[in-house]
């Protein structure tokens, strides 16, 4: 795979960011919180040190995906950076990132560091030794201390570290209206949970709603949850190999998890309907929890749901009004088995100024900046929960924690042709169930 026939990927992944978050514009700094100025005290201690006690001065070009607010609260994580090194961070946020990066790397002027959730991409420009080994930049006892094996196995190849992740998405939550909904809180199983589920299907309030619709990528929320069930059902080793194209599409384990998310989106399961689900954008699917005649119960998708549907509905009150629990096992053989998504920070020009930036992001210290920002988790494993004031993340952080191991979800790490098949397929299932067969060989074909 040549890196300009990833460009696509990046636009895609890119674009999906830009969506999931898309929300936030308006209504979302209601949710910016301030840190502790003892944790930007120990972030600017960090940030000297990072860089060797020196005043570098200078700057660092970063290239990534953030806008508006998001980059707001970024930019006040590299902000103590900046203050202790006198280097100027100057990052530069678009939606075209993959087009800005080629015609960045064409004219011999990539920026230094690269952000982006792009990690399959990421994985692909490193083969090409054009990313800088980050083990010898941090350091192997940095690098373990502050980050759990699979997160630093996913930004690796070769056993050389090509990516850190800076901030982390925790998947497959069942959000819930804590004022409607009377089901487990605590299911031991999916079936369980689906059990009860089932004694509600074709009443006046639908176990699910789901929706699916999502412009050009349409369809990720089916695919990311099937990934999400393929890996907690078929296990960690057999997810790797299916997504390095080692087990084909057609497999058994991968029909099982289609069938499994089949089980959820079932005509007489789903709010509206199967029509509905294929024509409501996944940013307004959870709606029908909190309209004054609620109309469905559950509804599953990553932490950034909580911000998209308190900016909906800003006074529901976290616990009361709304809250989530983590989606059961799917199987007893892979228990505590939780996937994430997330940006990674990768260096493109190794330079006194960003080999401290790098070395910084990498701290604990960081790393609590990007917890006390209210929309991140922190992807470092020595972040204390507390820090987090927003209610949903700290509970997110306290569900990863327990984790018996986090992994990415697979079609992150795949080419996008790939990627699109699967999106597609997602629509193409959930029309119509009776198909799967070729619609898993049509994925394979893409492969």
Same mark, same amino acid.
């Given at each position: ?6 460009? *696509? @990927? ?5 674009? +999906? ?19 502790? #100025? ?34 707001? #609260? ?5 902000? %103590? $950076? ?24 064409? &004219? ?8 982006? %959730? @792009? ?32 997160? +630093? ?19 497959? +939550? ?30 006046? =309030? ?19 949850? =099937? ?45 509206? &309907?199967?029509?509905?689900? /294929? ?7 959870? !709606? %029908? ?26 006074? /529901? ?10 989606? %059961? ?14 940006? *990674? ?11 401290? +930036? ?11 900046? =990007? ?10 494993? !020595? ?38 098949? $699967? ?12 198909? /799967?067969?070729? =619609? ?8």
């Amino acid at each position: 795979m040549t890196f300009r026939s990833t460009g *696509i @990927a990046l636009i895609a992944t890119s674009l +999906l960011v830009a969506a999931c978050s898309s929300s936030d514009s308006d209504t979302s700094e209601k949710r910016e919180v301030e840190a502790p #100025a003892s944790a930007v005290d120990a972030a600017e201690k960090a940030a000297a040190e990072a860089a060797d006690g020196k005043q570098l001065g200078g700057k660092v070009t970063m290239l990534g995906v953030l806008g508006g607010a998001e980059l707001d #609260a970024f930019e006040s994580v590299v902000e %103590p $950076f900046e203050k202790a090194t006198g280097v100027e961070v100057q990052y530069e946020g678009t939606r075209d990132f993959a087009a800005v990066l080629q015609t960045r790397v064409d &004219g011999g002027n990539p920026p230094d560091v690269v952000a982006t %959730p @792009a990690i399959g991409e990421m994985a692909a420009f490193a083969e090409q030794g054009k990313l800088v080994n980050l083990r010898d930049v941090v350091g192997d006892d940095v690098l373990d201390a502050n980050f759990s094996k699979s997160l +630093l196995e996913t930004g690796s190849l070769d056993d050389e570290v090509f990516g850190i992740f800076n901030s982390v998405n925790l998947g497959g +939550l069942i959000w819930y209206n804590p004022q409607v909904y009377d089901g487990p809180t605590d299911p031991q199983s999916w079936d369980e949970l689906q059990e009860w589920a089932r004694g509600k299907a074709g009443s006046d =309030i639908a176990p699910w709603c789901v929706g699916l619709e999502s412009g050009a990528a349409s369809g990720w929320p089916a695919a990311d949850f =099937i990934d999400e069930i393929l890996l907690r059902q078929a296990g960690p080793e057999f997810h790797q190999r299916w997504r390095e194209g080692e087990e084909p599409w057609t497999s058994p384990e991968v029909k099982q998890a289609f069938e499994t998310y089949g089980g959820m989106v079932e005509d007489d399961m789903v709010y509206g &309907g199967t029509t509905t689900v /294929l024509s409501t954008n996944f940013a307004k699917a959870a !709606n %029908p929890m909190f309209t004054e005649s609620p109309a469905c119960y559950l509804h599953e998708q990553a932490t950034f749901m909580g911000g998209i549907i308190t900016d909906s509905f800003p006074n /529901l009150k976290p616990g009361e009004d709304l809250d989530f629990f983590p989606a %059961p096992d799917f199987n007893p053989e892979f228990p505590g088995v939780r996937s994430i998504s997330g940006e *990674i920070v990768g260096m493109i020009n190794e330079t006194p100024q960003s080999t401290a +930036l790098v070395k910084y992001l990498a701290t604990r210290e960081a790393g609590v900046l =990007i917890a006390s920002t209210g929309r991140w988790l922190s992807p470092n494993k !020595n972040v204390d929960p507390s820090i987090y004031r927003d209610a949903f993340l700290k509970k997110a952080s306290e569900v990863l924690a327990d984790s018996e191991g986090t992994y990415s979800l697979g079609n992150a790490l795949m080419p996008q042709t790939e990627v699109d098949a $699967f999106w597609k397929a997602g629509l193409d299932y959930t029309k119509d169930p009776e198909d /799967l067969d070729s =619609i898993l060989e049509t994925i394979q074909q893409a492969r």
